[in-house]
């Protein structure tokens, strides 16, 4: 694993950033909008987190999609939350047949400026707190919403945690955060984020946010994934291996309780 431990920055602070993702309602998925950002950055030096996170509430409807985890957190279904960013309390009734008229579209193409206009701005603040590396998970929209900030990425080290676990196991597919968590036994207690070799304290004014599928959360999840690849890889590649292999267990047991079902 010294070949991947090595690209790591054992001075510098490396930042853990999650984004989550709207796309404005009646634009049919082709105006998306970040709507939220969290990060985690750690400092190797103390050994010690600091979290960070900004919501973009800004007048605009949003389509945000969630996937719906089995027990052994494999998506079985996908949810769609239709909400105002601004007033995120208040339900809409969600119609597929709606578009937006011309004057909605560029309404939600102002906003979108305004919303990567103020990513730019957290991005640059983030940058003066010595941040060297960038670690994302499936990193393709979130370099795309940088880019269109215009966030400039080429002095920093910017790696996918999704990607590297891939290709340093030899998967077949790529896994996600959910399942992930679950092999390295992710959990959360009131002020502390724990896996099966670490645990690190929440600070109070956060420990409300840190939950699955929250920017803030989802880069917590990520950077004790990482712990664990980057310092545990034989042990998380063993549990990796078991996973699957009960997920397959798990599929064969249940197409013959259907077979069974059917036959009677």
Not at 121 to 149: P, S
Not at 206 to 231: C, N, T, W
């Amino acid at each position: 694993m010294s070949e991947i431990y090595d690209l790591l920055d054992p001075v510098s602070n490396t930042a853990y950033i999650d984004m989550e993702f709207g796309a404005a309602y009646g634009s049919h998925n082709k105006i998306n909008i970040p709507i939220e950002i969290g990060t985690v950055l750690y400092n190797p030096k103390s050994d010690e987190l600091d979290f960070s996170g900004k919501k973009f509430h800004y007048d605009i409807e949003v389509e945000q999609w969630q996937n719906v985890t089995d027990e052994l957190k494999r998506t079985i279904d996908v949810k769609v939350r239709t909400f105002n960013v601004g007033k995120p309390e208040i339900a809409i009734l969600r119609s597929s047949k709606f578009h937006l008229d011309d004057a909605g579209k560029r309404n939600a193409i102002r906003i979108s400026r305004s919303i990567h206009y103020n990513l730019n701005e957290y991005m640059q603040n983030l940058k003066k707190r010595d941040m060297r590396t960038v670690v994302f998970f499936a990193n393709d929209r979130e370099n795309f919403a940088l880019k269109r900030a215009g966030f400039d990425t080429s002095n920093l080290v910017c790696r996918d945690l999704q990607k590297e676990i891939k290709e340093k196991f030899s998967l077949e597919q790529i896994m996600s955060l959910d399942r992930l968590s679950y092999v390295i036994k992710f959990r959360l207690s009131k002020n502390t984020i724990h896996s099966e070799h670490y645990s690190y304290k929440i600070p109070e004014k956060f420990q409300y946010l840190v939950k699955p599928h929250k920017a803030i959360g989802d880069a917590a999840r990520m950077f004790i994934l990482s712990k664990e690849f980057y310092h545990h890889a034989d042990d998380l590649e063993e549990n990796i291996k078991k996973y699957l292999a009960l997920c397959e267990n798990y599929a064969i047991s249940s197409k013959k309780n259907q077979t069974f079902k059917d036959l009677h």
